[in-house]
């Protein structure tokens, strides 16, 4: 398990809104899609932060990088094809993604190299 820094530091942003989604998913609820208003608001974003703390541990450890990057890539595309590309929120999500694909790519070129 070797250090990685961009690993580390989108595993910390993960992280971070992980814990918070699930100490205060009351201030999440005006981002929860339309089509999901039948799940109970705070039920999904605790349930969505659980997810995001497990993504960012796995990251900020370099766990199975290849895994947890996908695991990042395929959260953000979700977030970013709900929500939209029309705010700042969504730039934030774009350079995350790009940064979650940096890392996909490179984790699956060690991968292929160790086989």
Do not use: C
């Not at 690993?7 to 981002?31: C, D, E, K, R």
């Not at 969505?48 to 450890?61: D, E, P, Q, S, Y």
């Amino acid at each position: 398990m070797k250090f990685n820094l961009y690993s580390f530091a989108l595993g910390f942003v993960f992280f971070v809104f992980g814990v918070w989604q699930i100490l205060n998913p009351g201030y999440w609820t005006a981002y929860l899609p339309k089509f999901l208003t039948f799940i109970a608001s705070e039920n999904f974003f605790r349930i969505n932060g659980t997810f995001n703390l497990i993504v960012g541990l796995g990251l900020i450890f370099n766990i199975y990088p290849l895994i947890f990057s996908a695991l990042a890539i395929f959260h953000l595309l979700g977030v970013i094809f709900t929500l939209g590309l029309y705010n700042d929120i969504a730039i934030r999500d774009l350079v995350l993604l790009i940064l979650a694909l940096g890392i996909f790519l490179d984790s699956l070129k060690k991968f292929r190299k160790n086989e």
